[in-house]
């Protein structure tokens, strides 16, 4: 009488342990896309991924030439931001001309009577540009050496990032133009102990009242 019923038995306790397994990934593939969320990436955009990662590039180096860029110091007085005009390397994908922005930064002003928006020792983990124009960028902890904890400094620092790579110039051929900026600092949302005073859970927009001889930059 038991043995027909073996059968029925062990496909039941199959199609259960297939149940539970698929139950798993979902959790599995619900929790990532929770924590890409959580860290201001679209787990749905895939062109932000392929543009990160230049799978969307015709070879293993960009084609880029160089152009002109203005990018943003601090001035002496570290109140206001001065636009001054670069040549660095620009080619078809935005991501990589906001990145050769990103290093001038650092640099040594023109001039020497201005200063670098970005200490020397900051480092960007990734950067990859989302549909709509939101540009994220990942910093490394060591951002915040060197900066002054005050709302002035956190504030020159940030605008001189964002009003930087949100120029027309950084547009790539074929990428969309970087409309906003969201900072991470490695790979979450920035904490209230830097920058202190302000707000960076979002993504942060140009804001032309930082720079000073905006009509240079235009």
Avoid at 99 to 118: F, I
Avoid at 172 to 190: E, M, N, Q, W, Y
Wanted: net charge negative; aromatic share 6%; charged share 20%.
């Amino acid at each position: 009488m038991g043995q027909p019923q073996r059968p029925t038995f062990f496909r039941k306790a199959g199609l259960a342990a297939w149940a539970l397994f698929t139950l798993i990934l979902l959790f599995c593939v619900l929790l990532l896309a929770n924590e890409l969320l959580k860290s201001g990436k679209n787990p749905l955009d895939l062109s932000a991924i392929e543009e990160e990662q230049g799978g969307d590039e015709p070879g293993p180096v960009a084609v880029s030439q160089l152009g002109n860029a203005y990018i943003y110091a601090v001035s002496g007085d570290g109140a206001m931001l001065v636009p001054e005009l670069r040549s660095i390397p620009l080619g078809e994908f935005t991501v990589e001309n906001c990145r050769a922005a990103l290093d001038e930064l650092k640099k040594p002003t023109q001039g020497g009577t201005n200063l670098p928006v970005l200490p020397v020792s900051a480092e960007c983990n990734a950067m990859y540009l989302l549909s709509g124009g939101e540009l994220v960028v990942d910093f490394s902890t060591s951002l915040q050496l060197g900066v002054p904890r005050s709302a002035g400094a956190e504030a020159i620092l940030v605008y001189g990032v964002v009003n930087t790579l949100t120029q027309q110039s950084l547009k790539g051929g074929k990428s969309d133009a970087v409309k906003t900026v969201r900072f991470l600092i490695d790979g979450a949302v920035p904490r209230e102990t830097f920058p202190a005073h302000l707000d960076l859970s979002r993504p942060v927009a140009p804001d032309a009242q930082w720079n000073t001889k905006t009509e240079a930059a235009q």
